[in-house]
C-alpha cells in the first residue's frame, strides 16, 4: 500500500474557503438556507465534523454543483484517514495467491 504523504482536505475547509468565504456568506445565513442547525454547520466548517449524505443534497442543491461532489470530499477525507489508522500487517489475509493455488494442484 502506498500511502500519500499529504491527507486530504477537509470537506469542511472546501466548504468554508471556497463556497461561503468566496460568496461573502455568513455562517448562520448558510445555515439558515440549508436548514441546518448553526452549531452543525460551525462543526462541519471547523473540521470537527463531516458532512452527511442529506448535507451532500443540500449544498449540492445551495451551490450547484453535485451531491457525489460532496460525498466524495467525505469519503476520500476519511479512507485516507482510515488507512493512516490501520495497521494491515496484523490483518490475516483470506485471499489465495496464484503460487499456492498451482502448488495445491501439483
Known sequence: MVKRALPPVHPGEIL???YI?????????????????RPNLSA????????????????????GNTTQFWVNLQKNYE????EQKVNRSLIR???VQEDDMRSATI
Open 16 to 18: 468554508r474557503e471556497d
Open 21 to 37: 468565504k468566496e460568496r461573502g456568506l455568513t455562517i448562520t445565513e448558510v445555515a439558515k438556507g440549508l436548514g441546518v442547525p
Open 44 to 63: 462541519i466548517l471547523n473540521e470537527r465534523a463531516g458532512i452527511s449524505p442529506e448535507l451532500a443534497v443540500k449544498l449540492s442543491e445551495a451551490f
Open 79 to 82: 479512507v485516507w484517514h482510515a
Open 93 to 95: 489475509h483470506f485471499w
